[in-house]
């Protein structure tokens, strides 16, 4: 029966629905020793993690009890918004048909009778229960009382979701699918180049996008006993098919499982699951190989603190910085499963004890194989934690602040990616054009490699690809040096190495922001300059070739990196990078002396910019005594508009008139 209330009109809130946000009270809940959080009653919390799919879940409150027509099981739930109601919905994702009885609790703590269940059960698996009145409560309610009689349906019964609301339409479970995907998506097998009858798993794309690399399951053609997992890769041809795979040379692959996790932007660092021992056993971990003249180096264990992985599987992504790694394990603090969690490389070379990633992400459900993309925002991951059309689906999240702790609620990537089946390892190549994934549906035998075409919906944002070398600007030989990249905005930084043996130094940087690139070796005075990709729509390849000048008397080098706000002489905080050069430069050469000179464009008062360029190359002179450098060592001038090495005809032109400039005077 429903009973009827009076109606009040409360529009505000009368087409939402309100979730349930704390347990109050529950007579049992499902407790395994080998789980956590799972079927604990605090999952019948939040919106519905099944329906509108049904059958088991974890996510799901789940009674210590079955089949018990003895004692009646309750949980209580209340809400964070305390409102007359016209509708209570319940998410029976499992066993439906056990409810038994629906109360609710006023503001004042009072219990009214609202629904008893005396229909007969049906064979549904599950469905949403919605308890529609004829009219709104006259008292807000606080909570919700939801009563089982297990012994009503055989087996295990679950409630995945409370809710109340003031509308009188059925709230439905809905998937939170990516908005505005196409209705009609190509999902290209990549044939029997990259496929076989086996599993094809864990696809990673080279930054290019010119070489694939992949993991095979017992592949006859694979190294070790039983035919454990091992790497492969192909090679993008000129036709743009995939070459024939061929399987990754030793040591990387060995005869225990072997797994690339990541490739870092420069292509030439590999990030390997599992730790490789000298012996040729594995253990738990990650490692990293890097390229050299003769091939890849062994793996090196990489340090994460209080990093205890009790599941078997972990999946790793690094993001373009090298200084972010996000990672798929089951910690102390997990919501069940494993989750997505997040470490930060320190000054050491170590990382950062692993930071859960958070609610809005994490399910009591496995959340695995996350793929942060070239923009370091946008992270694909695979789940069954949030409504979905399989066993297995993959959503995106963005990030919503520096903290990686905040990000936005996860996005299904709709029917056309996700299928009935079991699908995961998401990645995207830094062009940003196509996507790889592994599927099971229509494939050659087991798991495949398929790829797409990014629809804009769930494209990360655009980046741009530098490269180049790094020169002695005397000679113009290659130096092998550190090359350090950082915004001008918000301070992130990448920082990578320049070897001459290997090549080019090459990175992924986010467009809508500045930037400032360096090199630095000792022996040298560091350059930089300033990159600007704030306007900038479509990925593209820079080539921006670095000079370093040799310490000697008379060298004269441009502090391209400093800055200072229009017409004023305080230092901008993106300066400091380049001055921390100088300081640095300075206490390893403890007998130089600089000559810092200050110039200015020709527009304006002739004397006030004489003033103001005598003004900034003291403010920078200050900085670097204030660092630890003895004022003695120190000349500063101002030339204001008097030396100009281009011409003041147009604002790019006056732009390299406005300059502080550094001369050794004594080494």
Known sequence: MLILFAFINLPLFAQKTFWASKVVAFSSEYVDKETTKENRAIQALGKPNKLPQVGYSVCAWQPMTQNNSINEEFIIVSFDTIMPVRQIVIAENFGQGAISHVDVFDENNNLHPIWINNTPPTNELGKMLNLILNQLTTFKVRSVRVSLNTSKVKGWNQIDAIGISQSDQ????????????????VKENLGKNINSEFRELAPVIAPDGKTLYYTRWKHPANVGFAKKQDIWFSELQADKTWGPAKPFPEPINNSEHNAICAIYPDGKTLLLNNVY??????????????????GWGFPEQVAIADFKNKSEYAEYSIAPNGRILLISAQLDDTEGGKDLYVSFLQDNKSWSKPVNLGKSVNTAEDEGMPFIAADSKTLYFSTKGFPGYGNNDLFVTRRLDESWTKWSEP??????????EWDGYFTISAVGDYGYFSSQEKSLGEEDIFKLKIPEAIKPEVVVQVSGGVYNSADKKP????VKVQSTMDGDTVCVTFDPATGDYKFMLPTKKKYTISA?????LSSSEVLDFENEKDFHEVKKNLFLYPIAAGQKITLNSVFFEQSKYELLPASFQELNHIVATMRENPKMEIMLEGHTDNQGDWNENLKLSKQRVTEVKGYLVKNGIEEKRIQVQGYGSTRPVASNNSEEKRKLNRRVEVTIVKI
């Open 520 to 524: 630095s070796q000792k022996g040298y």
């Open 277 to 294: 021992m000298p012996n040729g056993e594995m253990s738990k971990g990650i490692s990293i190989s890097q390229k050299t003249a003769s």
């Open 411 to 420: 996005q299904n990537l709709g029917p056309m990616i996700n299928t009935s």
């Open 170 to 185: 059925p709230i439905k479970a809905s998937i939170n699918l990516a908005s505005n995907m196409p209705s009609q998506i």
């Open 479 to 482: 130096v092998g040096a550190k």
